[in-house]
Every structure is written in C-alpha cells, then in structure tokens.
C-alpha cells in the first residue's frame, strides 16, 4: 500500500514540474524569444556577410560570436517579459487569466530571481563579446536595454503612448544593434573603406523601420484587446484616454503609412529584376497588411482585436523572412 502511495506521490511530483518548466517556457515567451533570435540570425546571414564578403573583409560579429549575441538578447528579452508579467499580475487576471503563470505554478520570489538572472547574465556576455570583438558596445547596451524593460513593466506601459514607443524602438534595436557592431570598421578603414556602408545602413533602415511601425500598432491593437483590465488599474493607454474610435484612426493611419512605403517598395525591385522578391512581399506581407486594415474597421471585442494582433505578428515574422532574398539577389 505505501508503495503506492510512494508511487502516485512520485507521479505528481513530476506532473507538477512539467507543469512548471511548462510555465517557465511561457512566462519568458519562447516563441517571441525564437522571433528575435531568428531576426537578428538573418539580418547578419542575409545582410551583413554578403555585404563585408564582397570586400573580403571579416565582421566583428562571427564565428561563436554570433550565437553568444543571439543568446545575450533572448536573455535579456526573457528578463523583460518575466518582470512585465510581475508587475501586471492583476492586470492579467482581468485581461488573460488562463495565461497567469506568476503566484500559479511560479512564485513572485523566483520570477524575480530568474528576470535578475537572465539580465545580469546578458550583461556579462555582451562584456564577452566586447572584449572578443574590441567593440565595447553590447554589455552596456544589454544593460540598458534590461533597464529600459524594467522601466517600462514598472510604469511607461502605463502611460500614453510612451510603452508603446519604447518597446516599438526595442524591436528595432534587436536590428540596430547589428549594424552598430560593425560601426568601427567603418571608422578603421576611413577614407580606404571599400565595404558598401550606404547599402548596409539601407538595410538597416528598411528592417529597422519596419520593425517599429509593425510592433507600434501591434502594441496599440493589443492596447485595445486589454482595454477592460488596464481601466481597472488606472493605466492611461490610448484606447482609455482617447477613446477606440480614435485609437483605430491611429491604427489605421500608420497601416497605411506602412502599407504605402512597401508598395513604393516594389517599384524599386521591380526595377532591380526582383521578381520573386515582390511576389513575396505582395502576399505574404502587404496583402496581410492590406486584411487587418479591413478587419480593424469592423473590430469591437476583444477577440477580434486578438485576431488583429495575432495577424500582424505573423506578418512581423514574414517581413523578416523577407530578408532571404538579399542573400540570394546580392
């Protein structure tokens, strides 16, 4: 009989970690962790190799270097999403309570141990980097993009457009900060420099850019979908102080800003001969674009500002792949 018992106790006990380890994996977002990390992947795969390999010049950021910068941003990025879904603790059991992970399977202490962890951790390996790559950039960088989340969990994300802008500008930082990497070489080479920094800062711009338009009104539609539990908690969002309505003509204005400048887009590649390029873009990014305009309009429940915001996400992860063809036309 005690065997058993023993046994079934045994059983629980590992139901109970999985659930735990489970929980852990989406608290910290995996998902988006693997976004980031596939981001920044392509843009030094697709974009910064063609361009210093036609200059027989070597990045700074290459060989183990290259995961280990990957591994520094998902840290940090982890670290910010443990600490936002801390601090909106009663927020999310209004707005996701099936998604409360916090005081459910992981307690506040741990939660607070793992966020310190990951951003004293990315800290520390962008000082690695810094001193591998002689570019002393990232470990202060990885600090204050840690800082900067922490910031915004605490109190900008309550605030009028100012948590929207900043976790829009960290998107693009994941991008940036690439680029920034480089930026010595150019300095070194100086008036010699054969490496094509006009296309290379091109690029950048260009996904950049994107980067922070497209998570600039996924953060506002989601704004929308949280609406109910953010009133409740005195957050000053845009939907509650300006109203929907007006939060939807922003919406919709920066879609059409964004769904402009890719049409423009097209013209230029069409004139380049990069065929399968606007093919792509045309249904898997502006087509999407074009399908949450329309859906945007006719929105008034949380679900369907879900939906909307699960659909530009998906469109961020086609914008990226995207980059796929500067590897092969260049």
């Given at each position: 009989m005690n065997f058993l018992l023993n046994a079934q106790s045994s059983s629980l006990d590992k139901t109970t970690f999985l659930k735990k380890i489970l929980a852990f994996f989406r608290l910290s977002r995996w998902a988006n962790l693997l976004f980031f990390a596939l981001t920044q992947w392509m843009f030094i795969y697709c974009i910064i190799d063609p361009i210093f390999n036609v200059s027989h010049i070597q990045p700074n950021i290459h060989g183990i270097l290259i995961p280990l910068l990957l591994f520094s941003f998902v840290l940090v990025a982890a670290g910010g999403y443990i600490i936002n879904d801390y601090f909106d603790l009663n927020i999310d059991q209004i707005n996701k309570p099936d998604k409360v992970m916090i005081d459910k399977y992981i307690s506040r202490r741990w939660a607070i141990f793992f966020h310190s962890l990951f951003s004293i951790a990315s800290v520390v390996i962008g000082v690695y980097i810094d001193n591998k790559a002689e570019i002393h950039l990232l470990g202060i960088a990885n600090f204050i993009y840690g800082l900067l989340l922490f910031i915004y969990s605490l109190s900008l994300k309550k605030k009028l457009l100012a948590g929207n802008l900043l976790i829009a500008f960290l998107l693009a930082w994941v991008i940036i900060v690439i680029t920034m990497c480089e930026g010595n070489q150019f300095i070194l080479l100086g008036h010699h420099r054969i490496?094509?920094?006009?296309?290379?800062?091109?690029?950048?711009?260009?996904?950049?850019?994107?980067?922070?338009?497209?998570?600039?009104?996924?953060?506002?539609?989601?704004?929308?979908?949280?609406?109910?539990?953010?009133?409740?908690?005195?957050?000053?969002?845009?939907?509650?102080?300006?109203?929907?309505?007006?939060?939807?003509?922003?919406?919709?204005?920066?879609?059409?800003?964004?769904?402009?400048?890719?049409?423009?887009?097209?013209?230029?590649?069409?004139?380049?001969?990069?065929?399968?390029?606007?093919?792509?873009?045309?249904?898997?990014?502006?087509?999407p674009l074009i399908k949450a305009f329309k859906k945007l309009s006719s929105a008034n429940s949380p679900k369907d500002y879900h939906e909307i915001s699960t659909l530009i996400k998906i469109i961020m992860f086609t914008g990226i792949l995207s980059m796929v063809f500067f590897r092969i036309y260049e």
């Open positions: 490496v094509n920094t006009q296309k290379l800062l091109r690029y950048t711009i260009l996904y950049a850019g994107f980067a922070f338009v497209i998570n600039l009104i996924r953060e506002v539609v989601k704004d929308m979908e949280d609406v109910e539990g953010d009133r409740k908690y005195g957050c000053k969002t845009m939907p509650i102080v300006w109203g929907i309505n007006s939060t939807k003509v922003f919406v919709a204005v920066w879609l059409v800003v964004l769904i402009s400048i890719l049409i423009l887009l097209q013209f230029y590649a069409l004139q380049s001969q990069w065929w399968f390029f606007t093919i792509y873009c045309v249904i898997a990014v502006i087509a």
